[in-house]
């Protein structure tokens, strides 16, 4: 099992930045790939970055040049940097860990953006 702890979600003003945090812990070994996702009322689950071991990283393309996905270097943390945050980035954030043991989810931070 590995759990997963989000911080650094708020409020702020579009054009600012937000700071994600994700911390995870417990089988952490077992971790091959972290990232995070969000979810918007009434809308689909979407990836927004993903990043693995071995620092190849994957990012939604609409967020490409805004959004800087980064790994800690014990490899059992992961930062999101949002720049430029727009109303529409308005989501519950969750962090993800992929494991040889499955796929495991933190709660998920609140990011609110408004115009």
């Known amino acids: 099992q590995v759990q997963l702890v989000e911080s650094g979600g708020g409020s702020v003003q579009a054009g600012g930045s937000l700071r994600l945090s994700c911390v995870g812990s417990g089988s952490i070994f077992s971790i091959y790939a972290m990232g995070w996702y969000r979810q918007a009322p009434g809308k689909q689950r979407e990836l927004v970055a993903t990043v693995t071991n071995d620092g190849s990283a994957n990012y939604l393309d609409s967020l490409k040049g805004r959004f800087t996905l980064s790994r800690g270097n014990a490899k059992n943390t992961v930062y999101l940097q949002m720049n430029t945050l727009k109303p529409e980035d308005t989501a519950v954030y969750l962090c993800?860990?992929?494991?040889?043991?499955?796929?495991?989810w933190g709660q998920g931070t609140q990011v609110t953006v408004s115009s």
């Open positions: 993800n860990a992929y494991t040889n043991r499955g796929t495991f």
